[in-house]
C-alpha cells in the first residue's frame, strides 16, 4: 500500500474513535470508518507480474484505453496511447520500459474532465521522457477533474526498470504514452490494462540493438516545450 493511505486510513479511525468517544453513540462514527476503508482500499499498490522479454513497452497505469491514435509531430508522426483512470483503479503509475530519465517536466495547468481530449494540453501535467532498450518514449501524468496531485519523486538523470514503481496522481486522472511510428501497438480502445503488466506495444528486433538515431524512434518531439513548475 501506497503511505498516503496509512497516513489517510488511520487518522480517520482516530476520528472515529474519538467521535464515539465523545458522542457516546457508535453509529457516528460510521462516515470516519467508511472513509478510513476507502482511503485504504484507494490507496492499494498490488504486486504486478512484469513481462521480461526484449521490445516490451507496458502500461504506464491501471485503467481504460480510450485512444490509440497516429499523431503528427514537427520531427514525423508517432502514436499516442491515452489510458483515463477513474476513482476506483490503482493509481500507482510504473515505468514503461527500461532505461534512464533524461527528462521530467511539471507544467501547471487547469483540471478539466481527463475524458476530454482537450487536457492532454491544458491540464497540470508532468512529462517523463525516458531512453532505453534502443527505444525513446514520453509518458504523461496528467491531473483530472477530481485528482489535485501528481506525485513523481524522480529525477532527470535516475534509471528505471521496465515495470517499476515511479510516482502516482491521486483520485481518477489519465495517462498518456507516446511511441515510435514503428511500435506495434497490441491494445485497443475500450480495453482495460494493468500498470506494469499489460503489454501496450512491441518493437522489432532492430529496435533493441541501441541508442535511438536523431530522428528516428523518438517519441520526445511531440511534446511542445513549456515553462516549467515545481513539482508539488
Avoid at 35 to 52: I, K, M, T, Y
Avoid at 71 to 89: A, K, M, W
Wanted: aromatic letters at 8%; a positive charge.
Amino acid at each position: 500500500m501506497v503511505r498516503d493511505g496509512y497516513i489517510y486510513g488511520l487518522s480517520l479511525l482516530a476520528i472515529a474513535a474519538i467521535v464515539a468517544w465523545l458522542t457516546g453513540a457508535w453509529f457516528w462514527a460510521i462516515p470516519p470508518v467508511l472513509l478510513a476503508a476507502f482511503f485504504l482500499w484507494f490507496f492499494r499498490d498490488p504486486q504486478r507480474a512484469v513481462p521480461s522479454a526484449p521490445g516490451l513497452i507496458v502500461s504506464p497505469a491501471d485503467g481504460l484505453i480510450t485512444e490509440a491514435v497516429t499523431i503528427s509531430t514537427p520531427s514525423g508522426e508517432r502514436q499516442r496511447v491515452s489510458i483515463f483512470l477513474n476513482v476506483f483503479d490503482v493509481h500507482v503509475n510504473r515505468a514503461p520500459i527500461s532505461g534512464l530519465l533524461t527528462d521530467v517536466s511539471y507544467h501547471k495547468g487547469q483540471f478539466v474532465n481527463a475524458m476530454n481530449p482537450a487536457c492532454a494540453e491544458c491540464n497540470e501535467r508532468n512529462i517523463v521522457t525516458m531512453r532505453g532498450e534502443g527505444i525513446e518514449i514520453v509518458f504523461t501524468q496528467i491531473a483530472g477533474l477530481i485528482a489535485r496531485r501528481i506525485v513523481f519523486p524522480l529525477k532527470a538523470g535516475a534509471r528505471v526498470q521496465r515495470g517499476q514503481r515511479v510516482g502516482m496522481i491521486k483520485f481518477g486522472s489519465r495517462t498518456d504514452l507516446i511511441l515510435p511510428a514503428d511500435a506495434r501497438i497490441q491494445v485497443r480502445v475500450g480495453q482495460r490494462v494493468k500498470g506494469g503488466a499489460t503489454i501496450i506495444a512491441r518493437m522489432a528486433d532492430a529496435a533493441m540493438a541501441g541508442n535511438p538515431p536523431d530522428g528516428h524512434r523518438s517519441a520526445s518531439a511531440a511534446i511542445e516545450p513549456e515553462n516549467e513548475g515545481d513539482l508539488q
